[in-house]
T-cell receptor, first 112, second 111 residues
Framework: EAQVTQNPRYLITVTGKKLTVTCSQNMNHEYMSWYRQDPGLGLRQIYYSMNVEVTDKGDVPEGYKVSRKEKRNFPLILESPSPNQTSLYFC???????????FGNGTRLTVT | GEDVEQSLFLSVREGDSSVINCTYTDSSSTYLYWYKQEPGAGLQLLTYIFSNMDMKQDQRLTVLLNKKDKHLSLRIADTQTGDSAIYFCAVHHTGGFKTIFGAGTRLFVKA
């Protein structure tokens, strides 16, 4: 089944403790992206990747890192999480930057 | 930059039509999408329209695009309780690397 898989689904952590949210897609998509969803703000893009080893900042990249060492994986790294990064995070992929996005089921992160 | 706006809530009775509206600012927007988000799930593509089209119909869904007013709407005919969800309008520019989302409209369907 074609899908985007994120892990974990839920994560509660403390300020400053490094964490990684994994994202994997099995559709051989070149384009991958991370969004955060906050009430009343919709989805805001954090980072995106056009292909392996090609990444760029979205609208809200501060406090996040990404890497794209393999085509299928696009992890989101929070080196020193802060409470304002408490949010619902979505990974998405598409066959090209102009194609509709396929979303994972989301990771709900709480930073205390 | 691009700004996409939607009203936050809509309540309809089962069997009625729902119309969800969206406005955007950049006239060079080329791909315009509607996504649906059910509780606890990611967003799923419902339908989309290219900017060279005025209307697209897909079963119970009708998308209307008014390029002059930069207004996009999604009409759901014979709305069912299973249509209760958050609906996101999203726009994308050809050759760009971003899809810009509205804040989402939460549709409540009363039985």
């Amino acid at each position: 089944e074609a899908q985007v898989t994120q892990n974990p689904r839920y994560l509660i952590t403390v300020t400053g403790k490094k964490l990684t949210v994994t994202c994997s897609q099995n559709m051989n998509h070149e384009y991958m992206s991370w969004y955060r969803q906050d009430p009343g703000l919709g989805l805001r893009q954090i980072y995106y990747s056009m292909n392996v080893e090609v990444t760029d900042k979205g609208d809200v990249p501060e406090g996040y890192k990404v890497s794209r060492k393999e085509k299928r994986n696009f992890p989101l790294i929070l080196e020193s999480p802060s409470p304002n990064q408490t949010s619902l995070y979505f990974c998405a992929s598409s066959s090209s930057s102009n194609s509709p996005l396929h979303f994972g089921n989301g990771t709900r992160l709480t930073v205390t | 930059g691009e700004d996409v706006e939607q009203s936050l809530f809509l309540s309809v009775r089962e069997g009625d039509s729902s119309v969800i509206n969206c406005t955007y600012t950049d006239s060079s927007s080329t791909y315009l999408y509607w996504y649906k988000q059910e509780p606890g799930a990611g967003l799923q593509l419902l339908t989309y329209i290219f900017s060279n089209m005025d209307m697209k119909q897909d079963q119970r869904l009708t998308v209307l695009l008014n390029k002059k007013d930069k207004h996009l709407s999604l009409r759901i005919a014979d709305t069912q309780t299973g249509d209760s969800a958050i609906y996101f309008c999203a726009v994308h520019h050809t050759g760009g690397f971003k899809t810009i989302f509205g804040a989402g409209t939460r549709l409540f369907v009363k039985a």
